[in-house]
């Protein structure tokens, strides 16, 4: 088909996620259409090239075509690419649950549960977290506590959770009983700590939320609150995890090793569809005996413990190794936020926002004012960045930079020099 054609096929038969379709139907529009690859850079149906300014939303981490899972996924291809992980397994999936709960200290998270994504991995969470308290003769305990501004996925367990009212609102009557806090200090009003099953919360920064960074110590001190009331902790390291902070995973920095930890995303090195649920020992063994007790956990999908995407996901572990990605990525942070402490400077430029390699830059027409937010400033600011050659994503008005670990610090400069042009373009 050429492009035409298949440009054409898009508007008549996609539905794009977050896509108002109407604007993207409308006869003027003409789609982006990604086609090829390479490293932290992007083509489009024209031959432009862009740098993947946002990972491909939050997912690509050593970069695009990496000959290591590459040939990883065409290994497994000469094997198999897919196997049923209801009553049988399979080699990737048992090494790759084993490399993962290795990455943690041991008797901490010792189980990997299989799914397809974050939502998903987040809802496997709570379930658990549900099912163990009725295991445990305590059903009473069957009420979360959530953040506000948080995004956890959109299953409906998952948008429970959330607590951005445009994404889950509309749901709200079909979702699992909630309460949501603002920060630490909410902890002390919470009713009843003795039914509340589990807390959750992305460790140290929030994305959809706009990059919202917590304060130094309060995942350690939320920790230790959850330990004294014998709350379980989910941790959702679906955006932070592989190295997107700093360290492998965000918990790290403050120490702290959860109930309940959920990956996704950068699991496969943005490959393939392919999540993990981590949990311990004495979650696992609440739901062993005899079938008649149905004490089995209930719950999976037609692709978990994916052989192909565990194949991937195992080079994408390697490759941290042989590459030194992390050690690598230290001078790259470093120059990162020089960088944005200059755009930081810029009369358009409210705040900026920053964790490790993750970056939100808020726009406003000054420093203490916002746009409305129907004019949709930072889609304009990140349309416009297209001709600088960065692409990328806002939400609302913060304008994610979150590019692939593999990124350079030549490009790093061109992705906050695009941003700084782009907003000059679209607010003046």
């Given amino acids: 088909m050429d492009l035409d054609v298949l440009l054409a096929a898009d508007k008549a038969h996609t539905w794009h996620p977050f896509t108002q379709m109407k604007a993207w139907c409308a006869p003027e529009h003409e789609p982006l259409m990604l086609v090829e690859g390479e ?32 040939a990883a996924i065409r290994a497994q291809l000469d094997r198999v690419a897919h196997v049923s992980f209801l009553g049988s397994t399979n080699a990737p999936a048992a090494e790759l649950a084993a490399r ?12 990997a549960f299989f799914s397809d ?9 709570l379930k658990m977290a549900v099912q163990y308290w009725q295991l445990d003769g305590r059903p009473e305990r069957n009420r979360f506590v959530a953040f506000d501004r948080a995004y956890h996925g959109d299953t409906a367990g998952a948008s429970s959770v959330g607590g ?15 309460e ?9 009003r919470l009713e009843r700590p003795e ?26 001190e939320l920790s230790a609150w959850c330990d004294v009331h014998g709350i379980f902790l989910v941790l959702d390291e679906v955006m932070t995890g592989f190295g997107r902070t700093g360290t492998m995973f965000a918990c790290e920095q403050e120490r702290v090793f959860p109930d309940f930890l959920c990956l996704a995303k950068g699991l496969t090195g943005g490959y393939l569809p392919l999540a993990a649920t981590l949990t311990t020992e004495r979650v696992f063994r609440k739901f062993l005996g005899e079938v008649a007790e149905l004490k089995t956990f209930y719950y999976g999908h037609s692709y978990t413990g994916s ?20 050690e690598a990525l230290k001078p790259k942070i470093a120059h990162l936020h020089t960088r944005l402490d200059e755009l930081a400077a810029h009369p358009r430029v409210r705040e900026v926002r920053r964790c490790g390699f993750i970056a939100g ?19 304009q600011i990140c349309t416009a960045a297209r001709a600088h050659g960065l692409l990328t994503r806002p939400v609302l008005d913060t304008i994610v930079l979150m590019p692939p670990l593999c990124v350079s610090t030549a490009q790093i400069d061109r992705a906050v020099e695009a941003i700084r042009r782009a907003i000059d373009e679209v607010c003046g």
């Avoid at 052989?307 to 992390?326: K, M, P």
């Avoid at 830059?361 to 889609?379: F, N």
């Fill in 39 to 70: 490293g932290a850079v992007l083509r489009d149906q024209h031959g432009r090239e862009y740098l993947d300014g946002n990972s491909s939303i939050w997912t690509n981490v050593h970069g695009h075509r990496h000959p290591r899972i590459d």
């Fill in 100 to 111: 993962l709960c290795g990455l943690f200290p041991t008797n901490t998270l010792t189980r």
């Fill in 117 to 125: 994504d974050g939502s998903t991995a987040i809802e496997a969470a």
């Fill in 164 to 178: 951005i009212a445009g994404f889950h609102g509309r749901f709200a009557g079909l979702h699992f009983p909630v």
């Fill in 180 to 188: 949501r806090i603002g920060g630490l200090e909410d902890l002390a």
């Fill in 195 to 220: 039914t509340i099953a589990a807390v959750i919360i992305e460790p140290l920064i929030q994305g959809a939320a706009g990059m919202r960074v917590w304060p130094t110590g309060m995942l350690r």
């Fill in 307 to 326: 052989a192909l995407g565990c194949a991937a996901a195992l080079a994408n572990l390697a490759i941290f190794e042989e590459e030194r990605t992390l």
């Fill in 361 to 379: 830059i808020e726009v406003g027409p000054d420093k203490a004012s916002a746009y409305p937010w129907d004019e949709l400033r930072g889609g």
